[in-house]
Each structure stands twice: as C-alpha cells, then as structure tokens.
C-alpha cells in the first residue's frame, strides 16, 4: 500500500490569514500509538528530516514577523502564546485518526476477512517505510495502530535522506528528471499565458477572497488551504461557492500533473513516470506487460515474484507518502482523474492467486494476477476483461 498522509495544516502561509490553529486543539497527540524504531534505508540512524526543519524555521520567522509587527504598533502586551502557532504541514489530530482508521481497514480485510495477517504483531510480517516527514511518520504509524491496536512490540520502520528519496519525483537525486521539471515549470508558464478561461477565473477568485486586482492567484497553494481549511471546519470565504471550489480544485490538479505527473498517453509522460516513480512501482507490483514500463520497473516487482514463488519477505509493505506519490502512481496505471488525491489516499496491489483445476488439461493452473484498489475500491487495469479489475 502507498498511502498519503493524513489532514495536516497548510503548507504555505497563502490563503489563510486570520485562522486559528492551536498545536494543542488542532495537532496534539489524539492516541497512544504503536512505538517505532526508525532506520536508515542503509541501516544506520534515521537521518535528519531537512524538510521538518524548513517548516520549524518558517514557523519561527512567523512568529518573530508578527511580534516585531505588534511591537511596532505599540500592541505587544504579553507574549506571544505559542499553543496558538503552528507548524506548517504539521500532522493533526483528524489526521490521526483518518491514519488509525486505514488501519482497522487493513486489519477487517487482511486480519478478519483473509486471515492473511496474524492477529497479533509478528516482526518479519509488515514492512514499514515512509518519507522523512513528521506527518508521514505519524500516518504510518496510525495506520500500524488501527491494525494492531494494543500493541506493545517496537516496529521496525525505514526511511531515506533527502537524497536518497524514491517515494516522490525527486529531482535533488536525479538531474535529468530536474532538467524535464525545469523544462515543465517554463512550459506550464507560457501555457497559463495563453489559457483561455483562466483570467476570468482569477478574477472570481479575487472577488470572491477580496484579494487585491493585481494579485495572481497560486492555484495549488489556495486549494492546499482550502482543503485543510474545510476538513478542519475552519472558515472559508462565504463568496467560494462550490462550483468555484470544484474549479479552483480542478485548475490545481492540472498544474500539478502538468510537473510531476502527466496523463499517461502523453509523449513525453514515459520520462517523467519512469524517473519520478519508477523505483517505488518497482518495489511493489507485479509487471502488468500491458503497462509499457518494462524494464524499467521490473524490480514495484520484485517483492511479488519472490512471494508468488514462495520465498520469504513480509507480506504487508507499507508506504507512507504524499499526494505527489499517488498522482503519478495512478498514471501509471492509466487511470486519469481531474480531482486532487485526498488525505490519505492510497493505492493498494494484491497478489492473488486463483485455485488450480482439478483437470490437468486445464489453462488454469493456478496462475497469479494482480488487484488494484484506489481509496478502498477496485481500479479496473488495462488490458483487463470487462466485469475484471486485475
């Protein structure tokens, strides 16, 4: 399974000025979680998390701008309460619980429907592996929680320096993927120039905001606080009726596809999937032929050839990421959408096997395939039998 992270606040300071967030309220501690032992990919310690650090530093700057701004102004009367600041993306108490909730998912299907867990923890079983982000740790383990409630076992989990990172398109550890990123980002601009519709649309979203004339709206920085906003049942703009939200919603998702993760019959998609996902596919599915990814991720592999000839490894891997995992990850199944993956989406692969024939001359001899499930829900594959999802 590769899973999104949970709700969390936004990750700019954009488009949401005047909301309160309280880091006990909004981001404590909502349950005692499973404990987690957390390594290096290479073994040795978890290396420093740079991005928590970004966020940490930005939160302080926030916090200093708004002191110094009410000093100016003769309004600092005491100092600043700092439960009423909160770190940008910081994992918040739903989003824990929309983590432990994927769990007791896990655990109905696999553990109650399947027996194909053990009802209890057994090291060896689940492996574990999430970005170096607090939200991705803490939705990992939420969803090791909701499957093993009670636990008292310290569960290995791994993770990856910035560098080393292959759960997103990292273009820090792959140039040519940064060289096709540039070459987007510059493309995407002379696009937006010339799309028809778009002024009309930032301009309904001015009006509606109360946003300066001038001011160019970011649609993926807006609709990232709208979403946080809303799920967390803070106010929003009486004037973003839900027709403007479902296009505010729609223009970010296009932007953001047109980056990292470009429908899949587009000519130059094959570079961008192959080079942003192709490591993480390859550690999890089966190679569908009909994908036209081989060899590139004959490794999202790997994993289900040693189980479908019996060798040993865990039966659950866990993936905990972002929204920029399963973007590209749907195109590459070839399944398009024009809606922003929500917190914790996830992409599930199975490997089944149908029961053999009990006549020798039979085709069917217990042959193995591969189900795909999005939020929960069977994904049809290319190349599959109409009524078929594998």
């Not at 936004?10 to 987690?36: F, I, M, T």
């Not at 073994?43 to 000093?71: E, T, Y």
């Not at 383990?141 to 008292?152: A, D, H, N, R, V």
């Not at 399963?326 to 199944?333: D, E, N």
Request: hydrophobic share 35%; net charge positive; with cysteine.
């Amino acid at each position: 399974m590769s899973c999104r992270h949970g709700a969390r606040t936004p990750l700019s300071p954009l488009y949401w000025e005047g909301s309160n967030w309280s880091q006990g309220s909004d981001c404590g501690r909502e349950y005692d979680a499973v404990r987690l032992a957390l390594t290096s990919v290479s073994g040795g310690p978890a290396p420093p998390s740079k991005h928590d650090l970004k966020q940490l530093q930005k939160h302080c700057r926030v916090a200093l701008q708004v002191s110094l701004h009410q000093a100016a102004r003769g309004l600092l009367k005491r100092r600043i309460d700092q439960s009423a600041l909160t770190l940008y993306g910081c994992a918040c108490r739903l989003g824990q619980q929309q983590a432990l909730s994927v769990g007791k998912f896990l655990r109905q299907r696999y553990v109650d429907k399947f027996a194909f867990l053990p009802p209890a923890y057994q090291d060896g079983v689940i492996a574990g592996r999430t970005t170096n982000f607090r939200r991705t740790v803490g939705t990992l383990q939420g969803m090791l929680t909701g499957l093993y409630p009670g636990s008292q076992a310290e569960v290995p989990i791994t993770t990856a320096s910035d560098e080393d990172e292959i759960l997103y398109s990292n273009v820090k550890s792959c140039e040519r993927l940064g060289v096709l990123f540039k070459a987007r980002t510059a493309m995407l601009k002379e696009q937006l120039s010339r799309q028809p519709g778009l002024e009309q649309l930032q301009q309904q979203v001015r009006e509606a905001m109360s946003l300066p004339a001038d001011h160019a709206v970011a649609f993926v920085e807006l609709h990232d606080a709208l979403t946080s906003l809303r799920f967390h049942g803070k106010a929003i703009a009486p004037g973003l009726t839900p027709q403007l939200l479902q296009a505010i919603e729609h223009e970010a998702t296009a932007r953001m596809k047109s980056a990292i993760a470009r429908r899949w019959d587009h000519p130059d998609s094959q570079d961008d999937l192959r080079l942003g996902m192709g490591h993480l596919v390859a550690q999890q599915v089966l190679h569908h032929p009909l994908l036209n990814l081989r060899p590139h991720v004959a490794q999202l592999v790997d994993a289900m050839v040693a189980a479908e000839h019996g060798q040993p490894g865990p039966k659950l891997q866990l993936f905990s990421a972002h929204d920029t995992t399963v973007l590209p990850i749907l195109q590459v199944l070839r399944h398009d959408t024009d809606k922003w993956p929500p917190y914790v989406a996830n992409i599930v692969f199975e490997l089944w096997q149908r029961p053999p024939k009990r006549w020798p001359w039979s085709s069917n001899q217990g042959e193995s395939f591969v189900r795909v499930l999005y939020n929960g829900q069977p994904l049809r594959l290319p190349g599959s039998h109409a009524g078929e999802e594998a």
